[in-house]
Nanobody
């Protein structure tokens, strides 16, 4: 089983943009998701994408600031975050599954990365 590997997290200032990457070298999953976990809080769903038709799903709080996309040729999924806010500070996790339905629960995904830290200063 190939685990996703996230990258791109770093310290940024409020209002900045950031693109996170999730790579699954040599393995193509059907659907991918991004979740995040802030200190002292539960992990929450951010966005997910299905490979075959590119269907996407977003959490309500995203409000147009986040965009999930994928490069099937590179087995890579991206999360573009614009207008970053201090409350976006969290560890961002990439998850993958070979189930065709596009989920938004952590239990919908079987493979998880180690996470990448995003810190937004005010």
């Amino acid at each position: 089983q190939v685990q996703p590997v996230e990258s791109g997290g770093r310290l940024v200032q409020a209002g900045d943009s950031l693109r996170l990457s999730c790579a699954t070298s040599g393995r193509t999953y059907i659907s991918y998701g991004w979740f995040r976990q802030a200190p002292g809080q539960e992990r929450e769903f951010v966005a997910s994408i299905r490979g075959g038709d590119g269907y996407t799903r977003y959490a309500d709080f995203v409000k147009g600031r986040f965009t999930i996309s994928r490069d099937n040729a590179e087995n890579t999924v991206y999360l573009q975050i614009n207008s970053l806010k201090p409350e976006d500070t969290a560890v961002y996790y990439c998850a993958a599954t070979n189930v065709g339905t596009i989920g938004q629960e952590a239990t919908d995904f079987g493979s998880w990365g180690q996470g990448t830290q995003v810190t937004v200063s005010s």
